[in-house]
């Protein structure tokens, strides 16, 4: 499954292959712009998961850890932490700037069930000044997958024991009923996001979903 993403920033489609070029093709270099590290984020062992955002330099690794539990991660408040090579915990104060383009670092989202992103240091972009609040600028996103119930019906919920047990996971409003009622399954709503059925992650805090109608 090769995945698209959306753009942010002008609401095009896309690829993988493209991704850097197109990030770069809106630079912003007025006097009031800001030197950031333009980073792809990946699930690490499902890379059809990938986000592209860029964030200020002087910005930390705290603030890219906020952003990450907002839009993928957050369930129940879990330790986090960002390593590179070797396993090498990285304090969250370490600064963008300290980074050559090319690391990668790993992060780990809850260490009992983790979520392991891969993080590559792609490039340097210029935009416009942000607050610290926006420091982390998402510019691509993966389009959302779409998943069918055995019924033919597109599916709204995932479950993990089923998926577990190598049964198919994907039900929709009216089969999930019945499935809970059948067996003591708790399935979960279906996500754009890596962490999709683990824990009680249900993406809550997840305000970037793409609108094709922003950009019309
Ligand atoms: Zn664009
Ligand atoms: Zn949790
Ligand atoms: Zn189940
Ligand atoms: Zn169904």
Not at 172 to 185: F, I, T
Request: aromatic share 14%; charged share 25%; hydrophobic share 25%.
């Amino acid at each position: 499954m090769a995945t698209k993403s959306n753009c942010y920033c002008c609401g095009k489609t896309v690829t993988k292959g493209y991704a850097k070029r197109h990030c770069l093709s809106h630079n912003y270099t007025d006097s009031d712009c800001e030197n950031c590290a333009l980073l792809k984020i990946e699930d690490a062992y499902d890379t059809d998961y990938w986000l592209y955002v860029d964030i200020g330099l002087k910005n930390t690794l705290r603030d890219l850890d906020g952003f990450l539990r907002n839009i993928w991660l957050e369930c129940c408040g879990h330790m986090s932490a960002f390593y590179q090579k070797h396993h090498e915990k990285i304090p969250f104060s370490r600064k963008m700037n300290s980074f050559e383009e090319g690391s990668v670092l790993l992060y780990d989202y809850d260490f009992g069930s983790t979520t392991t992103l891969k993080i590559t240091f792609v490039g340097q972009t210029t935009r416009k000044k942000q607050s610290q609040k926006n420091s982390v600028r998402l510019l691509l996103r993966n389009e959302p997958f779409i998943f069918k119930c055995s019924c033919g019906k597109t599916a709204e919920y995932f479950c993990n024991e089923c998926d577990w047990d190598d049964d198919y996971p994907f039900y929709c409003k009216e089969c999930v009923e019945k499935h809970e009622n059948e067996v003591e399954h708790y399935p979960l709503p279906v996500v754009n996001s890596p962490r999709m059925g683990v824990c009680g992650y249900t993406g809550e805090h997840d305000t970037y979903t793409f609108n094709p109608d922003d950009y019309t």
